[in-house]
């Protein structure tokens, strides 16, 4: 289908997910987002959440 681009990549999480940390589920999920909103200009094919 001529204009669909496909975006993979990969989000690492370097630290135990636990609410009230800075490892919480709701900030790694809005980090999640953010790389699906990407512009395709500016495609990361791989995050490292620290």
Excluded at 1 to 10: D, L, N, P, Y
Excluded at 21 to 31: G, K, S
Aim: charged share 20%.
């Amino acid at each position: 289908m001529r204009g669909t681009a496909i975006h993979v990549g990969t989000v690492t999480i370097c630290g135990m997910v636990k609410p009230g940390t800075h490892f919480d589920p709701n900030l790694i999920a809005e980090t999640f987002v953010a790389f699906h909103k990407q512009p395709r200009d500016g495609f990361d094919t791989e995050l490292l959440y620290r």
